[in-house]
């Protein structure tokens, strides 16, 4: 079967460094996205990883093992305009995207 | 640049009336998607289509229909709309799948009451 788990909710402080992390299961591997997604409106494209490692992308870089199933989103130098979900889409043999709820960051100052 | 445009971005509907959620995009891009959410909920893809004249089901097709007669128009239809198709709806569009970014449309909030 097919799966994703991402933490419902994070909280961090403003300035800080937070990581998100997912963990999934699918039926091939054909890449893993990261979108973001503000209350009331569509997600936007963050990252896309399809090899092992590192990608950085300004304050965001994302993280990928194919090996462990696993994933991660850093965000730097965290900005209250950040406070938003973040969704963790992994991409099947089938190339259809797997979407879970997201991960809700909550920023306080 | 528009992107993906997607009307109406609001709409109410009685239960068994019928409505067409348009859905176009000027990117020349060969796939499309629709797709649903519910709060909290993550996801769920409705329909997609591959390229002009080919449509296909994705997770939740059951209540609505798909028309795909050019590459930049993707139109959703819900005939006899009920109250669990309240949601919000994306469409989005992608120019291949593998490692190609999908783009969204800014969404339509349906409430079918």
């Known amino acids: 079967g097919q799966s994703l788990e991402q933490p419902s909710e994070v909280t961090a402080v403003e300035g800080a460094i937070v990581q998100i992390n997912c963990t999934y299961q699918?039926?091939?591997?054909?890449?893993l996205f990261w979108y973001q997604q503000h209350a009331g409106e569509a997600p936007t494209f963050l990252s896309y990883?399809?090899l092992d490692g590192l990608e950085e992308k300004g304050r965001f870089s994302s993280f990928l093992s194919r090996s462990k199933g696993y994933s991660y989103l850093l965000l730097k130098e965290l900005q209250m305009k950040d406070s938003a979900s973040y969704l963790c889409a992994p991409m099947d043999s089938n190339y259809q995207l797997i979407w879970g709820a997201g991960t809700k960051l909550i920023i306080k100052p | 640049n528009a992107g993906v445009t997607q009307t109406p971005k609001f709409r109410i509907l009685k239960i068994g009336q019928s409505m067409t959620l348009q859905c176009t995009q000027d990117?020349?891009?060969?796939?499309m998607y629709w797709y649903r959410q519910d709060p909290g909920m993550g996801l769920k893809l409705i329909y997609y289509?591959?390229?002009?004249?080919?449509?296909d089901k994705g997770e939740v097709p059951n209540g609505y229909n798909v028309s795909r007669s050019t590459t930049e128009d993707f139109p959703l239809r819900l005939e006899l709309a009920a109250p669990s198709q309240t949601s919000v709806y994306f469409c989005?569009?992608?120019?291949?799948?593998?490692?190609?970014?999908?783009?969204f449309g800014e969404g339509s909030w349906l409430t079918v009451v």
């Open positions: 990883n399809v």
């Open positions: 289509s591959v390229g002009a004249g080919i449509t």
């Open positions: 699918t039926s091939g591997f054909n890449g």
């Open positions: 989005a569009s992608s120019y291949e799948t593998s490692g190609n970014t999908i783009y």
């Open positions: 990117m020349n891009h060969n796939y």
